[in-house]
């Protein structure tokens, strides 16, 4: 799971099939429905469709608005519409998005409903992890340090973190996340989040095939590393890693 030394705990089983970066499981889940880019219809229910933070055009040509187009208004927003849904009468319509995942997480019961609203935090927080202008290095302060007594250098860590994206096997994350006193890059499996592992995000990188296939079809390291290179935003890190402080 873990490209980092050390291994994060094991989630409970019937969350998931095992997140190691070998591990085979199935294909992408629902079919996306809905439409548009930014300034789309509303989700209906509770639970909203945030707006990104940038224009759908904002990306390209790293990610261009098509994409964005079918990943943000199609696909994110098919996770909401689905969560609105399964959370209806249970209760649930008032807590967050990580009440309800911490709530669900080991319960194969409400499996759905946390495949559903990870996949909806892990999307808003992949938007986040983006931006015009991204890349290049992280500024100094806390997060740099952090990350050069974690993984040595910047580079370092920035090449971790590209191999944990590239190398999970079918869908997933990667991530960068604070563990205690150290940053670590890992992969999760499908929806999951690290937030149940007990560890902070700083970062997301999205390996679905629908985040990089009509850009770059089956080549995910070109996307990881242009994403990494050209969009990932250090000041969002920055802000993750003072508010878990
Ligand atoms: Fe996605």
Do not use: C
């Not at 340090?145 to 944990?164: P, T, W």
């Amino acid at each position: 799971m873990s490209t980092s030394p050390g291994q994060p705990q094991q989630p409970p089983a019937q969350r998931r099939s095992q997140p190691t970066a070998d591990a085979p499981k199935g294909r992408a889940k629902g079919a996306p429905s809905g439409g548009g880019g930014r300034g789309a219809k509303p989700a209906e229910g509770p639970k909203t469709l945030k707006p990104l933070p940038w224009e759908p055009d904002a990306l390209a040509p790293v990610i261009s608005a098509r994409t964005i187009k079918f990943h943000y208004g199609k696909h994110h927003r098919t996770y909401v519409d689905k969560l609105n849904e399964l959370i209806r009468d249970t209760g649930m319509a008032d807590q967050s998005l990580e009440e309800i995942i911490r709530a669900t997480a080991d319960d194969p019961k409400r499996i759905d409903i946390y495949h559903n609203a990870a996949q909806a935090w892990n999307h808003d927080f992949f938007w986040a992890s983006l931006g015009p202008g991204g890349g290049g290095r992280a500024r100094g302060g806390e997060l740099l340090r952090l990350i050069e007594q974690s993984f040595e250098s910047f580079d370092a860590m920035k090449e971790q973190f590209a191999q944990a994206a590239i190398k999970q096997f079918g869908t997933g994350w990667g991530w960068l996340v604070q563990d205690g006193e150290r940053l670590r890059v890992i992969q999760t499996e499908d929806a999951d989040n690290p937030l149940v592992l007990g560890l902070q995000p700083l970062l997301t990188i999205d390996v679905w095939e629908h985040a990089y296939y009509l850009d770059y079809q089956n080549e995910r390291p070109k996307f990881v590393h242009a994403v990494l290179d050209r969009l990932i935003n250090w000041e969002f890190a920055e802000q993750n890693l003072r508010r878990a402080n």
